[in-house]
Nanobody, 128 residues
Framework: QVQLVESGGGLVQAGGSLRLSCAAS????????MGWFRQPPGKEREFVAR??????????ADSDSVKGRFTISRDNAKNTVYLQMNSLKPEDTAVYHC???????????????????WGQGTQVTVSS
């Protein structure tokens, strides 16, 4: 089992940057595939990005609003996964959640049901 705690959210102006962190408990973090999802106000949770257990494979939402602006990475020595968000837009406003699944199998994993563990989320607000 793993516990996840997100941090790094906040209020930022459009065009700014934030780096979200997700710290995981436990000694087996390196065998977990990790993902980032977001839930805008009044909307369903949506996939943002995911990274394989080793960090060697990443996948991003197809939406043009994410690709090229967000970067997912991980540091297994620190039990942490990151989401670097650049050129932020008001439509990026959401609660951002990290998620984990214990697997070394490479897959896209873009739906919430494909993950077993979730953090409480961190609020990101982008002002225009």
């Amino acid at each position: 089992q793993v516990q996840l705690v997100e941090s790094g959210g906040g209020l930022v102006q459009a065009g700014g940057s934030l780096r979200l962190s997700c710290a995981a408990s436990g000694r087996t973090f390196s065998v977990y595939a990790m993902g980032w999802f977001r839930q805008p106000p009044g909307k369903e949770r949506e996939f943002v990005a995911r990274i394989s257990w080793s960090g060697g494979s990443t996948y991003y939402a197809d939406s043009d609003s994410v690709k090229g602006r967000f970067t997912i990475s991980r540091d297994n020595a620190k039990n942490t996964v990151y989401l670097q968000m650049n050129s932020l837009k008001p439509e990026d406003t959401a609660v951002y959640h990290c998620a984990a699944r214990r697997t070394k199998t490479i897959a896209t994993r873009t739906t919430p049901r494909e993950y077993d563990y979730w953090g409480q989320g961190t609020q990101v607000t982008v002002s225009s």
